[in-house]
């Protein structure tokens, strides 16, 4: 099975702080993903990587930056936090897509972040 | 703009009839496609995916695609209150972006 975990389910911090939400994978998967979840919203994409050292930005990059220095490893930074960024944050990874039949992506549990 | 629409619902079926969500998508091109199953507070699971016009069964659940009218569907059959949930449809695109519904949210009554 794919196991996608993320480093904490719940994080509380304040408002200017950088903040670091950590992803790994453990498949081998190529891409990466970062989503913000809110109600009414839906999944927006914010981040995503199809290689080490290699990103892209999604539909809503502002105040987010991101690392992959590993394969298995994607970061997502806040660089100073602002309270219109509490939110659920999903971090998914899949096998890299192309060649007919795209693979699905599969998602961690998801990280609740406050933000004061 | 590239879409994928979704009824928000709630859609509310009795315990063990069929509940029948369904999704369209605005690009031709798109070829895969995945259905995926929300719980309140949870992060989605792959339920299944379609790539090929027709259906494809998986226990209690069936995909429909058809690329003609583009839409896909998906049937689950003997509804349970545990299939209580939201549901979401995504598609990839011809560019190979996997594009989200906003989802369903389905209501089993015992």
């Known amino acids: 099975d794919v196991k996608v975990t993320q480093s904490s389910r719940y994080l509380v911090k304040r408002t200017g702080e950088k903040v670091f939400l950590e992803c790994v994978q453990d498949?081998?998967?190529?891409?990466m993903f970062w989503y913000r979840q809110d109600p009414g919203l839906g999944l927006r994409l914010i981040y995503f990587?199809?290689?080490?050292?290699?990103?892209e930005k999604g539909d809503i990059p502002e105040g987010y930056s991101v690392s992959r220095e590993k394969k298995e490893r994607f970061s997502l930074i806040l660089e100073s936090a602002s309270t219109n960024q509490t939110s659920m944050y999903l971090c998914?990874?899949?096998?890299?897509?192309?060649?007919?039949?795209?693979?699905?992506?599969?998602f961690g549990d998801g990280t609740r972040l406050s933000i004061l | 703009q590239k879409e994928v629409e979704q009824n928000s619902g709630p859609l509310s079926v009795p315990e063990g009839a069929i509940a029948s969500l369904n999704c369209t998508y605005s690009?031709?091109?798109?070829?895969?496609f995945f259905w995926y199953r929300q719980y309140s507070g949870k992060s989605p699971e792959l339920i299944m995916f379609?790539?090929s016009n027709g259906d494809k069964e998986d226990g209690r659940f069936t995909a429909q695609l058809n690329k003609a009218s583009q839409y896909v569907s998906l049937l689950i059959r003997d509804s349970q209150p545990s299939d209580s949930a939201t549901y979401l449809c995504?598609?990839?695109?011809?560019?190979?972006?996997?594009?989200w519904g906003a989802g369903t949210k389905l209501i089993i009554k015992p």
């Open positions: 998914a990874s899949s096998l890299l897509t192309g060649q007919g039949l795209n693979q699905p992506q599969h």
């Open positions: 498949m081998d998967h190529e891409n």
């Open positions: 990587s199809y290689d080490v050292k290699m990103k």
């Open positions: 690009d031709r091109g798109s070829q895969s």
């Open positions: 379609i790539y």
């Open positions: 995504a598609v990839m695109d011809s560019n190979y972006q996997l594009i």
